[in-house]
C-alpha cells in the first residue's frame, strides 16, 4: 500500500477501473519479487512449500462522463494471480468468512442506510471473533462516498459502535431467556 498510494497519485488515476488495474500489476510484480522461489500452489511432492496468502478489497466508484457514477467492489487474492474480482452483493468478505457470510445474507440490506451498514460490517468482525480465534484485533472503519470522498473514522468512534452493537446482542439474546 506504502508503493500503491503514491502510484496513485503520481498518476493521477482516478476511479476503481484505474485502481484496480494498477493495484493488480503492482501486487502480482511485487509479490513474485518477494516470492520468486516458492511455487504459488502447494505441490505433492513439496507440500510445506507454498507463498503465504494475501488479499485485500478494493472499493471505489466508477468514473462515467468525468463523474463518480457506480459504486463498486473487488477482491484481489495472490492464490488467483490478484485477478480482480468483482462482488455484486453489495459486500466483500475476507479471511475466516462462513460466520461473516451467515449474517451478513442474513442481516445486510443493500438499501440500508450507509450509518447501519458501517455498524453491521462491525458487528460482523466483532461476532466473528467471538466464534474463531483467528479473527479478531482492532477494528478500524473508513467510508467512501461521493459527497464525502474517504473518510477514516477515529478509534473512539468505532469503540463507541462496537459497544453500541453488544448492547444490541445483549438485547437479541435476552429474547430467548425471558422468565
Given at each position: 500500500m506504502d508503493?500503491?498510494?503514491?502510484q496513485i497519485k503520481a498518476e493521477g488515476l482516478d476511479g476503481i477501473d484505474d485502481v484496480v488495474r494498477a493495484t493488480h500489476q503492482l501486487f502480482r510484480n511485487q509479490y513474485n519479487e518477494w516470492f520468486p522461489n516458492?511455487?504459488?500452489m502447494p505441490s505433492p511432492q513439496a507440500p510445506h512449500l507454498q507463498r503465504p496468502g494475501l488479499i485485500a478489497i478494493l472499493t471505489g466508484y466508477r468514473i462515467s462522463n468525468g463523474?463518480?457514477?457506480q459504486p463498486m467492489i473487488f477482491t484481489i487474492m495472490s492464490q488467483l494471480g490478484f485477478v480482480p474480482c468483482l462482488s455484486n452483493y453489495g459486500f466483500a468478505i475476507i479471511g475466516v468468512p462462513q460466520y461473516a457470510i451467515y449474517l451478513l445474507n442474513r442481516l445486510y440490506s443493500q438499501d440500508m442506510p450507509l450509518r447501519s451498514a458501517i455498524e453491521l460490517a462491525a458487528y460482523c468482525i466483532s461476532e466473528?471473533?467471538?466464534q474463531d480465534g483467528k479473527v479478531g484485533?482492532?477494528?478500524q472503519i473508513a467510508e467512501i462516498t461521493i459527497t464525502k470522498g474517504f473518510l477514516?473514522?477515529?478509534k473512539e468512534e468505532v469503540e463507541k459502535i462496537v459497544e453500541e452493537n453488544k448492547?444490541?446482542?445483549q438485547s437479541l439474546r435476552s429474547l430467548f431467556f425471558k422468565k
Open positions: 508503493r500503491l498510494i503514491p516458492l511455487p504459488s463523474k463518480p457514477d466473528t471473533a467471538t484485533g482492532p477494528i477514516a473514522y477515529q448492547k444490541q446482542s
